[in-house]
């Protein structure tokens, strides 16, 4: 796309990447992404900010190629979808200071090997002039990397955030849909920002500071309407676990599946709202993203020789990883001998914060005593979801002012 302007002399390039369905060989795409870079042009200097993954490099030269010349390539991140194309800008523009923290300076030294003279290293908090514009810029350590920073544009009150309240949503809109990025943000948030929930907190205390009325995330468009995502940041990382079960398996005859269908009949039966993945088909991320509400994580998994079924140790894995603020977990599955399966799951799961409740392991299909085990913990799960809703109840009591 062309350069598209966001108010007067800032403008929003890059690149749209419609087709990615993989990032980091890792992340699931089902919408795309793209890689966001801006241009600032003030009155004396040209600031860009950011770059794009190398790949896409023709597209940001192309933009450029409609711009005056950068004076200042402002890095915020290190991650190659933003730095990458920085060998490649300085070929083409020999005058150009990279502006970045001291942190993002040893770690581009490492990934890109650039020439030392090329930097001028700034404190959080500092500022640049461009003549008319002025930049300000703003350390959000941890959304998701150590050296990550954000700039601030006071004249126009814009906040360029980095991956910090990004998506990846391929669009040709310029600014956010409320309706259409949502998920897409969440799901950005669940798979890389969920782990550094109180950094993330304290970095939204940090950047609310200012009168923003323009957020430029590097990924996904341009919030005009920046209170409807700080909110939702606030909730995903700050928010309580809701009546939500988060409910991720795998069966191999048919034994696991068995009770899985009756345990999500049974939470239904019991007002609990059930988020079922089976792994063999499952979106990473959407598996993420459940996991930012859910109050329970209930994992079903055949035994393997004598632990979890691969997919459902993965799961595991993962979730111990994004650490969510789920508060209880359990095991449901079978077996055909013997084995540690629920040994192994907790030892997967060892940094969650969370109640293992009483796991339901059945020697090959489930009978009658079985099913009434799942019933009993479907009862159980519904009491301490129920007891978590009423004590922030009345943490709320506790927190009203009183009024007369």
Not at 111 to 131: K, P
Not at 148 to 158: A, F, G, N, R, Y
């Amino acid at each position: 796309m062309k350069a598209r302007e966001i108010c007067d002399n800032v403008y929003l390039i890059g690149h749209v990447d419609w087709d990615r369905r993989l990032f980091d060989a890792l992340i699931p795409l089902p919408h795309g992404t793209s890689y966001n870079a801006y241009f600032v042009r003030g009155s004396n200097k040209n600031a860009l900010i950011d770059t794009v993954d190398p790949a896409k490099w023709a597209t940001l030269a192309g933009q450029l190629d409609e711009l005056p010349a950068p004076d200042y390539l402002i890095i915020h991140h290190v991650e190659q979808d933003h730095s990458g194309s920085t060998p490649m800008l300085l070929e083409r523009f020999p005058e150009l200071t990279i502006v970045c923290n001291a942190k993002a300076k040893a770690m581009l030294l490492d990934h890109l090997a650039i020439d030392d003279e090329r930097f001028q290293v700034v404190a959080d908090g500092e500022t640049l002039s461009l003549g008319d514009k002025t930049l300000t810029f703003v350390f959000t350590p941890w959304v998701h990397w150590p050296e990550t920073m954000s700039t601030w544009l006071p004249e126009d009150k814009i906040l360029f955030s980095c991956d910090f309240f990004g998506s990846h949503l391929a669009t040709s809109d310029l600014f956010a849909d409320r309706h259409e990025v949502y998920d897409g943000a969440k799901r950005y948030y669940a798979e890389i920002m969920m782990p550094f929930g109180p950094q993330v907190l304290k970095n939204i205390d940090k950047v609310t500071q200012y009168p923003i009325k323009y957020i430029g995330p590097s990924h996904g468009p341009v919030y005009d309407d920046p209170q409807f995502i700080i909110d939702a940041y606030r909730d995903w990382a700050g928010g309580e676990p809701q009546n939500i079960v988060c409910l991720p398996f795998v069966s191999m005859h048919e034994s696991t599946r068995l009770m899985v269908d009756h345990l999500t009949v049974a939470l239904a039966d019991r007002g609990v709202t059930v988020e079922r993945f089976d792994l063999t088909t499952v979106d990473a991320g959407e598996l993420a993203s459940s996991l930012v509400h859910a109050g329970t994580i209930v994992l079903g998994t055949p035994t393997v020789l004598t632990g979890p079924h691969p997919l459902a140790a993965n799961a595991a894995f993962l979730a111990n990883a994004l650490r969510p603020r789920t508060r209880f977990a359990t095991v449901i599955g079978s077996y055909g001998w013997a084995g540690r399966t629920v040994e192994s799951i907790q030892q997967l799961m060892d940094r969650l914060k969370v109640e293992f409740l009483e796991p339901v392991m059945v020697k090959g299909l489930p009978r009658t005593a079985d099913f009434e085990a799942l019933d009993r913990l479907a009862d159980t799960i519904a009491e301490k979801h129920r007891d978590l809703a009423q004590r922030r109840f009345a943490d709320s009591l506790v927190c009203r002012p009183v009024v007369g």
